[in-house]
């Protein structure tokens, strides 16, 4: 079994953040903390998986409650020079069983982390400590990617999710166990004869739509709404990710 903690170590932590792009950019946070805040409605709420700060910091400054759990101590201490523990409560722990609290009208799970966790029962676990977690009628709101086995060609077992200047993301699959290997390789754009480059691998459990939803039923939630994104665009059959809303029932 994988460490998902010696992954997300120091390295990882000092590396993480991106200000102004990528998954930092405005027009990627602002309408995920826009929505995040709707469906909080003013009460608290939790972040599994909080990481550096990334959401819950412009989600706190936007006046919702925020406390969250993270498995790395790294990236909790990078979130610590961001935001103090009485801005921003955080449980260093499993997402599958550590408790920050009771009683919150929303938790959220986003950037694909669900899939972290590379079993299905890992992953049923994370929806019902959600459930745990939250009111009666709270929310759980997840982010994930579709996978993308449309891709692969015949007697191929990867594909080239990104081909940019300096950087390569490339998924290796295994359609039995539903298991995607992400390497990302980093480079000097420039040809100057040097072979030097950085290569990091993450592991992950993909997850279908349907098989969500079966999983959110199993902890007691219902499906409130799927969008294509945070900024509720309508999923369809092409898009590449979704975010999902469910409803303890």
Sequence with gaps: MVDQSRLWDEHAAAT???????????EVLGPTVELLADLA???RAVEFAIGTGRVAIPLREADVEVAGIELSAPMIA???EKADEDAIPVVHGDMTTASAGEGFTLAYLVFNTISNLLTQEQQVQCFRNAARHLAPGGRFVIELW????RSLAPGHGGTV?????GY??????DTLAQHVISHHVRFDPVVDGSREAQIDRTPHRYVWPS?????AQLAGFERENRWAGFDRSEFTAESRSYVTVYRLT
């Design 211 to 215: 098989e969500l939803d079966l999983m």
């Design 161 to 165: 999710e990104v081909s940019e200047p």
């Design 168 to 173: 390569l993301l490339v998924d290796t699959y």
């Design 146 to 149: 579709v996978p993308q086995l």
């Design 41 to 43: 409605a003013g009460g």
């Design 78 to 80: 990078r979130l610590r």
């Design 16 to 26: 993480y953040d991106t200000p102004g792009q990528g998954p930092f950019a405005p």
